[in-house]
């Protein structure tokens, strides 16, 4: 599994937007990156998968430069609710167990 | 519709005991797993059922943890004689089985062992 490398910690206000870039060199052919997000006593939940270019859904956007030797979640407009655990995995779409990190906290300040 | 629930939402127990936990999938899902979170750390893979078995128990720290899914719904995690470095949030998800995608977890039970 490839290992990933993101922030510890992120500090962020209300209304900017919030980039978090997942470095993981040894990221294989097959691999997928995925992230999850996770709020204090719940469990994690999928934000948003890619495989390279540009993902984007309703709650983020996803990056993958051609290399693909890392990536970066960017969150519009974050607020309050934002803050959290985010967590960058990336594994071969056949896998079935998730390999989590210590993940990235956000923390967003009025 | 409803998600993954897990029971208790909290445990303690003595040094020694069994305990049981509980983790209800989504209906139709046919995968699911166990995960271990300690404090500051992301969540570990313990075991995975598709169906009624154990496709993947690699992650079981030793043979006091074991886990069912006798009807391929429903699932226990049962530790034996628990230990003070067992004491973590365990989580459970379910999913639809199609590999590394998408994963719904669970609330987890906060198992305390004094």
């Known amino acids: 599994l490839a290992k990933t490398t993101q922030p510890i910690s992120m500090d962020s206000y209300e209304g900017q937007e919030v980039n978090i870039t997942c470095s993981h060199n040894n990221i294989a052919t097959n691999d997928y990156i995925t992230w999850y997000q996770q709020f204090p006593s719940q469990g994690p939940r999928f934000i948003i998968q890619g495989y390279k270019t540009k993902v984007t859904n309703e709650v ?3 990056f993958i430069p051609a290399d693909r030797k890392s990536s970066t979640l960017s969150l519009p407009r974050v607020s309050l609710s934002d803050t ?4 960058c995995l990336v594994g071969d779409i056949s896998f079935q167990k998730l390999v989590f990190g210590t993940g990235t906290r956000l923390l967003v300040s009025p | 519709g409803a998600g993954v629930s897990q029971t208790p939402s909290n445990k303690v127990t003595e040094k020694g005991k069994y305990v049981e936990l509980r983790c209800d999938p989504i209906s139709g899902h046919t995968a699911l797993y166990w995960y271990r979170q300690s404090l500051g750390q992301g969540p570990e893979f313990l075991i995975y059922f598709q169906g009624t078995g154990a496709a993947d128990d690699s992650g079981l720290p030793n043979d006091r943890f074991f886990a069912v899914r ?4 429903v699932s226990t995690l049962k530790i034996q004689r ?3 470095g067992d004491s973590a949030v365990y989580l459970c998800a379910s999913g639809q089985g199609g590999g590394f995608v998408e994963q719904f977890f669970g609330p987890g039970t906060r198992l305390t062992v004094l």
């Open chain 1, 60 to 62: 983020a956007s996803l």
């Open chain 1, 84 to 87: 959290a655990v985010y967590y």
């Open chain 2, 82 to 84: 628990t230990e003070r």
């Open chain 2, 70 to 73: 006798p009807e391929g719904s």
